[in-house]
């Protein structure tokens, strides 16, 4: 079965962050594909692949990944980047004729969203830098 990137909500990424029992890179995994903006802070586990990298890496990502059940993507938003590189993980399997039952996620929001709701709660970001977060996004 071919896959096609569907939206997840923070909630359920919440639910894998914090289960023990779960590991990353082998139960799910989070790809953030922001590039600078990374930089403050990101998802326990993530692997950093920024957006303009994702043709040159989706092969490496399948190859690394592809028995992994679910793979999330995301960006700041989730609205450009996260969505596009979620679609060309998608397409690049079906090119390479790879056929799975993993689920394809583009998490809601992005980080900006799981920061707002998350960052205040131990262990759902790390390497967070709170100066990256100080003042508003756009100032004039």
Known sequence: M???PVFAEPEE????????????????VIVDVRDADFKGGNIPGAVNVP?????????DLIREYANVPK?????ALSQVRGPKSA???????????IQTDQKVKILRDGF?????K????????ES???SVWEWDIIKE
Not at 51 to 59: G, L
Not at 112 to 116: K, L
Request: net charge negative; with cysteine.
């Open 118 to 125: 998350y960052k205040k709660e131990e262990g759902l970001i």
């Open 2 to 4: 071919s896959s096609v």
């Open 13 to 28: 990424l919440y639910d894998l962050v914090l289960d023990t029992r779960k590991q990353p890179g082998k139960d799910y």
């Open 87 to 97: 679609r060309i993980y998608c397409e690049t399997m079906n090119n390479l004729g």
């Open 128 to 130: 967070y830098d709170e």
């Open 51 to 59: 957006a303009n990298e994702m043709y040159d890496k989706a092969n």
């Open 71 to 75: 793979v999330y993507f995301h960006c």
């Open 112 to 116: 900006e969203g799981w920061h707002a």
